[in-house]
T-cell receptor, first 113, second 111 residues
């Protein structure tokens, strides 16, 4: 079955540590995205990538980093520079053409302890 | 600028119609979407409308677009308890592949 998979579903991190969230898709989509979800603030774009080896900052990129070495994979690293990392993180992918659906993973809930 | 706003909460009785509203500020948006999010899960596309359309109907769902007022709405007829979720509107723009999401409206359906 085609889809987009995020892992792990729950992640705990100690303050000062970097952590990497995984996102894999087998939909053959060129575009991939990372969003952060906080209650009452909706989805805010962290980074997006339209093609392999290329990515752009979204609205809240500070304290995060990404890579896009393979079409199927778009991992997100939450660094110690991110001041308030506890949130629900959503990965999505799409065909980079207007009017097409963005497919979402099931999310990773990151908690800093 | 890119800014999409929704009211945070809506409560309706089972069997009634629900209307979820969304306002956006960028008139250059090309497609507008409605997504549904169930607790602890990702988002699923419900429907979308091209910016040159006024209305789209899909079974229990009706989307209305007022470009003059930059207002998008989603009407759910005969609302069921399974419709309880967070609903997001989103937009995309010509020449970019970013999806800009609203703040989300939490719909609660009372039995």
């Amino acid at each position: 079955d085609g889809g987009i998979t995020q892992s792990p579903k729950y992640l705990f991190r100690k303050e000062g540590q970097n952590v990497t969230l995984s996102c894999e898709q087998n939909l053959n989509h060129d575009a991939m995205y990372w969003y952060r979800q906080d209650p009452g603030q909706g989805l805010r774009l962290i980074y997006y990538s339209q093609i392999v080896n290329d990515f752009q900052k979204g609205d809240i990129a500070e304290g995060y980093s990404v890579s896009r070495e393979k079409k199927e994979s778009f991992p997100l690293t939450v660094t110690s520079a991110q001041k308030n990392p506890t949130a629900f993180y959503l990965c999505a992918s799409s065909i980079p053409t207007g009017g097409t659906e963005a497919f979402f993973g099931q999310g990773t809930r990151l908690t800093v302890v | 600028g890119e800014d999409v706003e929704q009211s945070l909460f809506l409560s309706v009785r089972e069997g009634d119609s629900s209307v979820i509203n969304c306002t956006y500020t960028d008139s250059s948006s090309t497609y507008l979407y409605w997504y549904k999010q169930e607790p602890g899960a990702g988002l699923q596309l419900l429907t979308y409308i091209f910016s040159n359309m006024d209305m789209k109907q899909d079974q229990r769902l009706t989307v209305l677009l007022n470009k003059k007022d930059k207002h998008l709405s989603l009407r759910i007829a005969d609302t069921q308890t399974g419709d309880s979720a967070i609903y997001f509107c989103a937009e995309t723009f010509s020449g970019t592949y970013k999806y800009i999401f609203g703040t989300g409206t939490r719909l609660k359906v009372l039995a």
